[in-house]
């Protein structure tokens, strides 16, 4: 498993960008589909973007596409998602997460291994 540390977060208003990043130990990043996640008060985690072993492989939710775009460093062990046209409502504690192999799931409950989170406001 990788050890993923998440940084980035903090407080917007609305229509302004964040980019989280998502540092991840060990030497076999590059074998690991990633992704973002979220999760607001009161909801359940969800889905929101994911990338495969390279940059050509990405999946997003319907509710941030078009607006955040994941991307990755296999040579610096990174992932990163820039978020543009912020919401209110994309206010959340953002998750970075991995699972071993080329396909990017959007169930949380596949995932291998997690981040301890990073806050996003976005106010209105």
């Known amino acids: 498993q990788v050890q993923l540390v998440e940084s980035g977060g903090g407080s917007v208003q609305a229509g302004g960008s964040l980019r989280l990043s998502c540092a991840a130990s060990?030497?076999?990043?590059?074998?690991?589909?990633m992704g973002w996640f979220r999760q607001a008060p009161g909801k359940e985690r969800e889905f929101v973007g994911g990338?495969?072993?390279?940059?050509?492989?990405?999946r997003y939710a319907d509710s941030v596409k078009g607006r955040f775009t994941i991307s990755r460093d296999n040579a610096n062990n990174t992932v990163y998602l820039k978020m543009n046209s912020l919401k209110p409502e994309d206010t959340a504690v953002y998750y970075c997460?991995?699972?071993?192999?080329?396909?990017?799931?959007?169930?949380?409950?596949?995932?291998?291994?997690w981040g301890q989170g990073t806050q996003v406001t976005v106010s209105s």
């Open positions: 997460a991995a699972r071993r192999g080329p396909v990017v799931y959007i169930s949380s409950s596949l995932m291998d291994s």
């Open positions: 060990g030497r076999t990043f590059s074998s690991y589909a």
């Open positions: 990338v495969g072993w390279n940059n050509g492989n990405t």
